[in-house]
């Protein structure tokens, strides 16, 4: 007989899954799809992907790119991406919108593909919850919150961005880790890393963790640090190989030297990133002085670093994804209310991404709107962004529940001194 | 093994990624190919691609400069609106582009070279069949230095082709020391009128279609910017782009006192920043071979999956020279120029 919370969670799957097809289906982000378009083309024309303009991102997602463009192609799909005159205004520099429509299918396929990261990673989350807790109800809940995120469904399936790829690569570090792997887990930490760069954050805590476990074993201790950092070495030489000996490195790293070179976000973008590095390394400190082995200990120190990385605004919503499913984990092992937390930020949180989803090409092929004949409106990005900013404020809360009952102990030791000394 | 699904996930996704690499570094799986001949009255066409994609076919007449187009790029002489390592590598980027429509691109002259090509076609007559893309928002003193008998005035009087992009064209001169001289009249010189370019700054967008926007749609040619583009309004010009308040964002124009061809595109190329497409149509246009009286005579399109020939009846075409071929679309994934006598 199935448990009813094991019904309740294959339902919210299977609704969050039919809404990911519906959304995918008729609506999309020109501008982002139109992107990886542009990317799969120029590796049609033989430029690679650093050859001419396009892609902007290390190279795991590119390769990611590169075998499902082979994939399409031997289904007749192409990434067919068509400007349109009437559209030519939303070329303006600040749109979120671009005039290219690109070709549904191969959108489609992209989408899809990220929804079976989404689904894979529902079961990574599932398995870490259950192999740390030996709970099943507490692994259900947590694959569920993930399931039912509701800026995760909206951002993969409406414009395939590959945050969830980025989020599967880290947990499959995190299992390795755990279970004292840890050449899989550097090589998997680097592959996530090269991915998308906010998983290097967690890298402090990682070997932080191995010095837990090996207090006063200083041998074994560096013996299993090196096994992670080959690894880690290896994958990204894997990965890099090509780019050295083309003399493309400094391209991969685009996304963040483009950043970096303009002006008051690239200096908030160095800031930011100094500031996160420095208290990332100050949290797994304070893990290594003060925590356990014990799961419990080391996940807080998880969760807080990337709760300090993700504390301030560090891009567009669907940077936060990542943050997703550590939030998930933590509402089951740490403290449920971050389930909540989580629910309400991350639905606050597709305001923004709603106000720039586009009927896809698959309306256009049905004639559903006649054709395209007018530009979407482009909406005061003020307005969306507040709801973000509600999101992220409402992320703090994680920190002060993760905290409250530390700084409650602290403050009664000191009240207990007080009194003592009087 | 704890558990057989973490490691299937681990060895599925990590040769998915290899397999992708594999494809992109070590195996080129796609091909792409194009073949015209005519016989005087039919132009036959014959494609062949990998993958399936779209195809173009246009008939032009009046195309200019077969013999070869340079880009002018010279490290030591001053440059406007844009920095040495911008513009290498937006001629990095322009040069690949040419190469994937099979433009007859010769390669870069520096300012000295420049003026060497100049003199030479001078000398033999065969401005005609040259053309230079400047990018660097100065042309070198050896050039031009905004006087009547200077030698890109001359050369743009036989008959040479400049396509430019990238600041005011002609308002600077460029020495050797990398210094910027303004150059007063330059709009008159150039083209034999005050007021011919729009020397704001600013970005500026259009949406409105040129008078000969059939030509550059169908060449796949989407670029709005016309801060430091030409007027539209001006004798013996085309403009294939998009325009607004009278400036037009790619504006083809006969050069003062003389047959030769001054492309302009508007705003920069700067790498990276909201034009980043401005290489790809810069050289869409210049593997076209378009001049300022280019007329789009007829155009054919449609879709190739594997193979495809087709054929255009030219007879009706009397003034038809040329035909530009291209596969795919805003991106280009094969192109090529024919021409007949």
Not at chain 1, 227 to 244: D, F, T
Not at chain 1, 360 to 383: C, E, H, K
Not at chain 2, 73 to 89: E, F, K, N, P, R
Not at chain 2, 271 to 284: C, M, S, V, W, Y
Request: proline share 3%.
């Amino acid at each position: 007989m199935m448990e009813k919370y094991v019904k309740r969670y294959w339902t919210a799957f299977t609704a969050a899954l039919a809404i990911s097809i519906v959304i995918s289906v008729f609506l999309t982000h020109t501008y982002d799809v139109s992107g990886w378009s542009e990317v799969c083309n120029n590796l049609l024309a033989g430029e690679g992907l650093y050859g001419v303009e396009g892609y902007y991102y290390t190279p795991v997602w590119g390769y990611f790119l590169s075998f499902l463009l082979y994939l399409g192609t031997l289904f007749g799909i192409s990434p067919t991406m068509v400007q349109q005159d009437l559209l030519i205004g939303l070329e303006n520099g600040g749109s979120p919108f671009t005039s290219m429509i690109t070709d549904f299918r191969f959108v489609l396929m992209l989408k899809l593909f990220m929804i079976l990261t989404w689904a894979v990673n529902a079961y990574l989350i599932y398995h870490i919850v259950k192999e740390w807790t030996g709970e099943p109800r507490k692994a259900y809940t947590a694959s569920g919150l993930w399931l039912i995120c509701p800026l995760t469904i909206v951002i993969i399936a409406r414009s395939a961005m590959f945050e969830s790829l980025t989020v599967m690569l880290l947990l499959l570090s995190l299992i390795l880790l755990w279970r004292g792997q840890y050449f899989g887990a550097g090589a998997l930490w680097a592959m996530a890393s090269l991915t998308k760069y906010f998983p290097f954050f967690l890298i402090f805590i990682f070997v932080a963790l191995i010095l837990v476990r090996n207090r006063g074993e200083p041998k074994k201790a560096l013996r299993q640090t090196v096994e992670a950092v080959v690894g880690a070495l290896l994958m990204s030489m894997v990965i890099y190989l090509p780019l050295i000996i083309d003399g493309t490195v400094m391209d991969s790293l685009s996304f963040i030297t483009s950043r970096v070179s303009e002006s008051w976000l690239g200096i908030y973008d160095v800031i930011y990133t100094v500031s996160a590095l420095i208290v990332s390394a100050y949290v797994a400190y304070c893990y290594y002085k003060r925590g356990s082995t014990e799961i419990g200990s080391f996940f807080k120190a998880v969760l807080t670093t990337l709760l300090v990385v993700y504390f301030l605004p560090v891009g567009p919503e669907q940077y936060y994804i990542i943050l997703a499913p550590f939030m998930a984990i933590g509402a089951v092992l740490l403290d449920r209310r971050l389930g909540t937390i989580m629910v309400v930020a991350y639905s606050l949180m597709i305001v923004s991404p709603l106000f720039t989803t586009y009927p896809s090409d698959f309306l256009v092929y049905l004639n559903a709107f006649g054709s395209i004949t007018a530009a979407p409106p482009i909406i005061d990005t003020i307005v969306d962004n507040l709801f973000t900013a509600a999101g992220i404020m409402i992320l703090w809360l994680s920190l002060w529940y993760l905290y409250k009952g530390q700084l409650a102990e602290r403050k009664a030791l000191k009240a207990a001194r007080c009194s003592h000394e009087e | 093994m704890k558990n057989k699904g973490v490691w299937t996930v681990i060895a599925v996704f990590v040769c998915l990624m290899l397999a992708g690499e594999m494809l992109v570094y070590a195996v080129d799986p796609y091909s792409y190919d194009i073949e015209m001949t005519d016989d005087g009255d039919t132009l036959y066409y014959s494609l062949e691609s990998s993958t399936s994609a779209d195809y173009h076919v246009a008939v032009l007449s009046d195309t200019v400069a077969v013999g070869g187009v340079y880009c002018y790029y010279d490290s030591a002489y001053g440059v406007s609106m844009i920095t040495h390592d911008q513009l290498s590598l937006m001629i990095e980027e322009l040069e690949t582009e040419l190469d994937v429509r099979g433009a007859a691109y010769e390669g870069r002259l520096d300012a000295q070279e420049l003026a060497g090509l100049m003199s030479s076609d001078l000398t033999q007559g065969t401005a005609a069949e040259h053309a230079f893309i400047c990018g660097a928002g100065a042309f070198p003193d050896t050039v031009y230095t905004g006087t009547a008998d200077d030698l890109l005035v001359l050369w743009l009087q036989a008959g040479g082709t400049v396509y430019w992009i990238n600041g005011v064209i002609g308002l600077y001169s460029a020495d050797a020391q990398g210094r910027l001289t303004a150059v007063a009249g330059y709009s008159e010189l150039l083209f034999g009128e005050a007021g011919a370019v729009n020397t704001c700054d600013d970005m500026e967008f259009a949406e409105d279609p040129g008078n000969e926007r059939g030509l550059g749609a169908t060449l796949s040619v989407y670029y709005s910017l016309i801060n430091n583009g030409l007027r539209t309004d001006l004798p013996y010009s085309i403009s294939i782009g998009f325009e607004q308040g009278g400036y037009g964002s790619v504006v083809l124009v006969k050069s003062a006192d003389g047959n030769g061809t001054i492309g302009v595109f508007g705003g920069t190329s700067l790498r990276g920043i909201f034009n980043k497409e401005a290489p790809r149509f810069l050289a869409q246009v210049v593997a076209a071979h378009l001049g300022y009286s280019t007329v789009l005579l007829d155009a054919v399109d449609g879709s190739v999956d594997d193979s495809f020939a087709g054929t255009v009846d030219l007879s009706a075409l009397s003034d038809g020279k040329a035909a530009f071929t291209y596969l795919g679309d805003t991106v280009a994934l094969c192109g090529k120029y024919y021409r007949w006598t």
